[in-house]
């Protein structure tokens, strides 16, 4: 059967299949009780500083072992591969920013998080790396 007759049976059964799935019928094929509703994973995030919070409103980023000034320093810290650029894309920071609890540090967040959209929302071979995007889904 060519790609074209079987397109066309698949949609003429498609249906029927929805038929199917809803009946009693299919309910009993299953051997049964339904699965328990699932829940996310329980994880154990890590707390901020708050200290650590006021200097990244401040501009002064210290991530694993390095400190970095804001601005273009930020910026070309952040697109070089290494230890100090994988945890700034893993946004582990924002839970210092939220543990400064002030405004300064809410319009930092978002200024940051807005900046790093702008710069890498696209793909880069960095910030999209597995590691630090599921660490920065993690922290978001």
């Known amino acids: 059967m060519t790609a074209a007759p079987t397109r066309v049976l698949a949609r003429l059964l498609r249906p029927l299949a929805g038929l199917y799935f809803r009946s009693p019928l299919y309910a009993l094929s299953l051997g049964g009780p339904p699965p328990a509703p699932l829940r996310p994973p329980e994880i154990d995030r890590p707390r901020g500083g708050a200290g650590r919070g006021r200097a990244l409103t401040a501009g002064r980023f210290t991530l694993a072992g390095r400190k970095v000034e804001g601005g273009a320093e930020l910026w070309a810290a952040a697109d070089g591969p290494g230890p100090w650029s994988d945890a700034f894309h893993g946004f ?39 590691a630090a995007t599921a660490r920065r889904l993690e922290s978001w």
């Open 92 to 130: 582990a920071w924002l839970a210092d920013l939220a543990a400064a609890e002030d405004r300064a540090a809410t319009i930092a967040a978002r200024r940051l998080t807005a900046d790093w959209l702008e710069r890498y929302g696209t793909w880069h071979p960095v910030a999209w790396a597995p």
